[in-house]
């Protein structure tokens, strides 16, 4: 529960999330510059385990607002996505509308009760969880991904 409130207070998951969107760059840099490494795992592992709790639920369609980015997605391609975070209701728009992710997560789970925004319904969404673009709409960049497994470089050590 710990792990969960901390990631959601004021900058720690700007932070997380820009750091490990570079952690994968190498072996060596993963070793050496990811200062994140217990807290990652300690999240990782909060998300696996409210999955458990919540594995009557199936999968969760959630989403996220972003404002100032521009993409460019094809059709069938697929991928990891950052940030971990996405809602499942209107607060997507207070993060901007730029651009849109809707996003069917199979493996994240629902952790309003853990957050520090207990009053936001938040989706964490596995690090290591695959997404398949189902559709994307450029001219109002609108993006639909879809979860189809799971990968991990590393395999979720603490290397």
């Not at 639920?57 to 607002?65: N, T």
């Not at 520090?116 to 989706?123: A, F, N």
Request: charged fraction near 15%; charge should be positive.
């Amino acid at each position: 529960a710990i792990v969960l409130m901390a990631y959601t207070m004021r900058t720690m998951h700007l932070h997380l999330n820009w750091a490990t969107s570079t952690a994968g760059i190498s072996p060596e840099h993963y070793r050496h510059k990811f200062s994140f490494k217990y807290f990652y795992f300690y999240l990782t592992t909060a998300i696996q385990i409210l999955k458990e709790w919540q594995s009557s639920i199936g999968e969760h369609k959630c989403y996220q607002g972003v404002k100032d980015l521009h993409i460019e997605a094809k059709v069938g391609r697929r991928g990891l996505i950052w940030p971990f975070h996405f809602y499942l209701r209107n607060e997507v728009w207070k993060f901007g509308n730029e651009t849109l992710f809707t996003v069917t997560t199979c493996l994240g789970a629902a952790f309003s009760h853990f957050s520090y925004h207990t009053s936001e319904k938040e989706v964490l969404i596995s690090p290591y969880e695959i997404f398949l673009v189902k559709s994307f709409f450029q001219t109002c960049s609108r993006l639909h991904l879809h979860s189809v497994g799971n990968y991990s470089k590393y395999q979720c050590q603490l290397v």
